[in-house]
C-alpha cells in the first residue's frame, strides 16, 4: 500500500508539475492481478484499483492500518468500470456489471475480487474509509442511481449525476459516493467552483480515449494549479483546494467525500472574480 502525506496549501504553492503529480495524482489503478492502494492522509481516505483476471482476494499492510483486516475499522464503495465481474463479501456473492456500485459495511472480513470473463476483466475502483458504525453491505445497480440532470450546453457543463452512496440511498457511516457524466460536446465540470473546508474529495476520471485527456485544476482560489490527468486516473482533493475539471472532450467521473458530515450540498462557492 503506498502511502501519501498531506501538504499544507502554503507548500502547494511552491510545487512543480512533478511534484504536484506525485502528491495528488493516483495513476496505474488497473494493473491486471495487482491491486493497487493509496493510503491518504486526508481524512485517511484509501483509494484504489482491481483488475483481476483470477479470483483476488484483498489484502492490506496490517502495518499501516493496524487491523488484522482492512474493514475492521473502515467502509468502502465499490464501482465496476470494467467487464461484468462479481464481488464476494464473507461468502455472499454480489454480480457487478458496468457502472454498477457496491457498499460494504464496517465489520466485513473476506473481501474476493472476480472478473466473468478473463478476457474482459472487469475494473473496481474503490474509496475506503474509516468508519465507526456498521451500515449493511448493499449494491446499487447504475439503472437504480436516481439521476439528477444540471448544467447548460450553453456553459459546455451538461451533466448527469448519480448519487450511489449517500444519506437518502445506501447509507454509510461518512463515505459519499456518486458519478458524474457530461453529455456529448461538454467539458466542464464543478464549474463554478467550491471548496469542502469540513472534507475531502477524490475524482477518478474515465471514459477517456487514449487520444484525450481532462486538465484538473486545484489550489486555494487564488493559488490555482493543474493536473494533467489521463484516463482511469484519479486525484486527491484536499479540503482547502478547488476540484474542477476540463476536458479535451465530455468524459465521466467518480467522486468520493467524506470528512464531518455527509450533506452534498455543504461546499463554499468560489465566485468567479476570486479565481487566479
Known sequence: MEVRHAIHPEHARSLDSAAMRDHFLVTSLF???SPKLVYSYYDRLIVGGICPRQPCDLMVDEKIIAAPYLLERREMGVMNVGGPGSISVD????D?????????????????????????PARFYLNCAPAHQSFPTTKVSFKEAEPIHLGEVENSNKR?????????????CQLVMGMTTLETGCIWNTMPVHTHPRRMEAYFYFELTEENLVFHFMGEPAETRHLVVRNEEAVLSPSWSIHSGAGTRNYTFIWGMLGENQAFTDMDGVPMSELK
Open 31 to 33: 494493473t491486471v492481478d
Open 91 to 94: 461468502g455472499e456473492l454480489y
Open 160 to 172: 448527469t449525476i448519480r448519487k450511489y452512496i449517500h444519506p437518502d440511498g445506501v447509507k454509510s
Open 96 to 120: 457487478m456489471d458496468f457502472r454498477d456500485g457496491l457498499y460494504i459495511g464496517k465489520g466485513a472480513q473476506k473481501l474476493v475480487f472476480e472478473s466473468r470473463s478473463p478476457d474482459q
